[in-house]
């Protein structure tokens, strides 16, 4: 069955550096999402990305989708404590499926 | 605007009883969709359903679970004769219909003694 595969696991930085994290699919994605969840909650929808090398961002996240729409990468810039939590993409076709996401914990 | 509504939050039942986990989607979401997370792990998607309809169940165990999203009500995931490997987090999520984004409960955090 189609997998979404995300690298690294686990990502612990200071605050203040960047952050990214990458998804790659053994099939082609029809639309990749973006969510998050922090610890002891529930995902939160960040973003959709449709287009092939489509770009997008949100403050300080930068999404991309890539050429050949089988992987794409969330990048952030400075990072905050209030980023820390779980990243995941997710290859949203009529279901969802989300890859093993990246844990991003923060040093103050 | 309410939210997607999970209850309970936490359920606890010993081994080999049966637990009943409810889902009411956001107004006007036709779209329910069921996931597994164990801790420490990702979200593995269990089922998808439309009211009075299963669209896909490619990711429920074959036994012991199933799944309804009557046309009145809450969706249910039913999980009979339950283990102590059933214990998780379950989470729904609802959304319109087409490749939209998906709006998550809170979560039902099942243990089973």
């Known amino acids: 069955g189609q997998q979404v595969m995300q690298i690294p696991q686990y990502q612990h930085v200071q605050e203040g550096e960047d952050f990214t994290t990458y998804c790659n699919s053994s099939t082609t994605l029809s639309n990749i999402q973006w969510y998050k969840q922090r610890p002891g909650g529930h995902p939160v929808f960040l973003i959709q990305?449709?287009?092939?090398?489509e770009v997008k961002k949100q403050k300080r996240l930068t999404f991309q989708f890539g050429e050949a729409k089988k992987n794409s990468s969330l990048h952030i810039t400075a990072t905050q404590t209030t980023d820390v939590g779980t990243y995941f993409c997710a290859d949203r076709a009529s279901k969802i499926i989300f890859g093993s996401g990246t844990r991003l914990s923060i040093r103050p | 605007n309410a939210g997607v509504m999970q209850n309970p939050r936490h359920l606890v039942r010993r081994r080999g009883q049966e637990a009943r986990l409810r889902c009411s989607p956001m107004?006007?979401?036709?779209?329910v969709y069921w996931y597994r997370q164990l801790p420490e792990e990702g979200l593995k998607f269990m089922v998808y359903l439309q009211k009075e309809n299963i669209i896909d169940e490619s990711g429920m165990p074959k036994e012991r679970f199933s799944a309804e999203f009557p046309k009145e009500g809450p969706s249910i995931l039913r999980i009979q004769q339950v283990v102590r490997g059933d214990s998780a987090a379950y989470f729904c999520a609802s959304s319109h219909p087409g490749n939209t984004e998906a709006f998550f409960g809170q979560g039902t955090r099942l243990t089973v003694v």
């Open positions: 107004k006007g979401h036709s779209h």
């Open positions: 990305l449709v287009k092939s090398g």
